[in-house]
Each structure stands twice: as C-alpha cells, then as structure tokens.
C-alpha cells in the first residue's frame, strides 16, 4: 500500500519535488489540472463533442509526473460535476456527455493512465465541491475547524433540481452507463473506481443516491461484470455509513474490486458526522490496513478532508503531511509486526 496526493499541474512551484522530499511518491490528478478546464469543461460545452482529455495533454501529465519522480496512478473525476449530470439524471445530451467520457478514457490508455475515478452524485446548483455538507466551520481539536453534515438540517433545503427523482430511475440510468463504459474501459486497459455517495444518505435535495450501502456497490459491480469495473474505497464514507468495514473489504478486495482508497476520519455516521483528525476518528485504521494487506490490496491511499488548522496556505495544506506521516507510521507499523 503506497501513500498518494491529489496534485495539479503544471507544477510551477515544484509541489512535485515537495512531496518527493516527503517520500510521496505517488500523485492523483482531477479536471482542474487540463489546461483548457474553464473552456473545454465549461457548462455551455458540457454535452458538446470536445468535453473531454485529449491525449497529448494526458501523455504530457504521466510524463511531467514520471520526470520528477513520481508515479501518476489516476485522474479523480475528470471532468467537472455539470459534464456528468444528464448521464446521471437520464436526460436528452446524455449520450455526448458518456462519448466525452469514453473518449477521455480511450486516450488515458492510449497515455498509460490506468485508472478512472468517478462519482454518481448530483449536488445543489453552485456547489462545486463533490461533497455536501451543513458546515465547513465546525471547531475541532484545538479550533481546528472541520466539516460537518447534519440530516436534519439539510432536509430543509430546497430541490437540487426541478423534481424528486426515484431510485429506479437513478438505477436505470446508472445501468445505461456503465453498460456503454465497461467495454471502452476493458478495451483500452483503464479501471473504473466508484467513489461512495458523500454523505452517504439514501436521498439529498430530492435525487436518491445509490452509493451510500454496501447493497448499492454490490447491485453496481454486478451490473457492470468485468474486472474494469471496481471501487474508490473511501474509508471516510464507510465509517459514516456504520456498517462493518471489514466485511465489505472482504467482500469486494477479495474480487480484487477495490482499485484505489481514499484516508478520511470521521467521528458518528449518518445522519450526523463529522469529519476529524485521523487519530480521533471512529475506524481503526491500522486494523482496516491489516484487513486490505489480508485480501491482497496493494493499491494507493489518498488521505483528503482534512481539518483546516492555523498556517495553512493555498498551495500547502498542514493537515495533509499530518495525514500522510500518519498513515506512513501505521504502515510501517504492519510491516515489522
């Protein structure tokens, strides 16, 4: 198991070398890092052809990342929230919107990117982050300020869009998908990794969300059927969802259907978490990292959501080199016992 950060590119100030020095060697990259995202990605051209990764820009990322050292594993939602959003709610343009994502993937195999991290979640109008929650302020160890979500409060708000949405409608959809995707993904050698629902509920804003039980992985894997369909193992979202972690990494990291993880800490589960320094949340990480060395899992481990704490800047977040120092002792840990 090998510690990996989300980077951008191009590395103007030499962020590559900084996580080099900390013994990182291994990055993950998202839609922001194509140089034409606020054009290419935009919400007018979204269900347009062209809203996709074209090669030279892929094959330049693997590079960039390999000359300094580093080893490029996957590019984590691609393409912004709006390029997937009548894929996930089954509208007219969904089919241009899966060609931009069967042609990105083409061509991440076509660079030797191996590895397509995706989400099926539709959020409020504005909210660009992937995630949703009633509060990024809430104090923490010390005052550190964390992120918080609370059912009941967000069951005031209003529609995400114009109607309530079934969840067989969201599972037809998905079905649509994937079924058109498995085959690009296998043909060009990339792997599939569904990130869970975050928070996982069964509905927000009147859109079911499917991820948020190990039911809803098992129901997608099934329909998918092929080793390039697997799972963006989020432990921050397991522990929030209070179901035995350990049984679904069996479950699944013993198809060798866990691809990649992320390293979060929450403290309670649905319907009211929060989110916490890793020593304090409720998994206990070095178990679950015996459970994945158990099945075989040998793949990158992403630490992220980490609480905001005095010092931080734009480009260097405490909390990640406190995360990962974290997570690499642990590893360490399981190696010499």
Partial sequence: MRICVYVSLPDHDNFLGFLKQYDILDVALSSTCHPDHRTRFSPE??????AFWDFQTLLWARTQCEDAGLNLVSIENPLPNWCYEKIVLGQDGRDQQIENVAETIRNMGRAGVPVYGYHWMVNQPGVTRNSWRTSLSTPGRGNAQVSRFEQEVADRGPLFRDREYTHEEMWSNYEYFIKAIVPVAEEAGVRLALHPDDPPVEKLGGIPRLFCNPAGFQRAMDIADSPASGLNFCLGNWTAMNVDIHDAIRRFGGRNQIVYG???????????FRECFLEEADCDFLEVFKTFREVGFDGA???GHFPHTIYDNER??????????????????????
């Fill in 45 to 50: 051209a979204a269900d347009k052809p062209g």
């Fill in 262 to 272: 992320h390293v979060q800490g929450v403290q309670g589960a649905s319907p009211d």
């Fill in 301 to 303: 481990l992403i630490p």
């Fill in 316 to 337: 260097v977040h405490h909390g990640l080199l406190y995360a990962a120092g974290y997570i690499k002792g642990l590893l360490q840990t399981l190696d010499t016992n």
